[in-house]
Nanobody, 125 residues
Framework: QVQLVESGGGKVQAGGSLRLSCAASGRSFASWIMGWFRQEPGKEREFVAAIHWLDRTTYYSDVVKDRFTISRQIAESTLYLQMDSLKPDDTAVYYC??????????????????WGQGTQVTVSS
């Protein structure tokens, strides 16, 4: 059974940084895509970034590109999201997600079968 557990959320002022972690367990994730999504109250969940677990190919939304960095540590089976130059618009619940295949649309919520419980990020102005 795949389990994803996020940590590292919190409150920060605009311009600050946070690093989110996602501990993944339950199986080997070779050839999987691991991603980060976020959701504000009353809005749809949106894609933030994704990474191919094995070859480290990365994908970013235009909104966070050049400010956020996704990475993974295979030995620790942990996914990371380094968030710099944070803005109030980045305030949301951030979710870690996993999908079995590297085919298809890496940014599509329905293509991810496994999700963490989410961690709140709040950026004040």
């Amino acid at each position: 059974q795949v389990q994803l557990v996020e940590s590292g959320g919190g409150k920060v002022q605009a311009g600050g940084s946070l690093r989110l972690s996602c501990a993944a367990s339950g199986r080997s994730f070779a050839s999987w895509i691991m991603g980060w999504f976020r959701q504000e109250p009353g809005k749809e969940r949106e894609f933030v970034a994704a990474i191919h677990w094995l070859d480290r190919t990365t994908y970013y939304s235009d909104v966070v590109k050049d400010r956020f960095t996704i990475s993974r540590q295979i030995a620790e089976s942990t996914l990371y999201l380094q968030m710099d130059s944070l803005k109030p618009d980045d305030t949301a619940v951030y979710y870690c997600a996993a999908r079995k295949t590297d085919e298809g649309n890496y940014a599509a919520v329905p293509e991810y079968a496994y999700w963490g419980q989410g961690t709140q990020v709040t950026v004040s102005s």
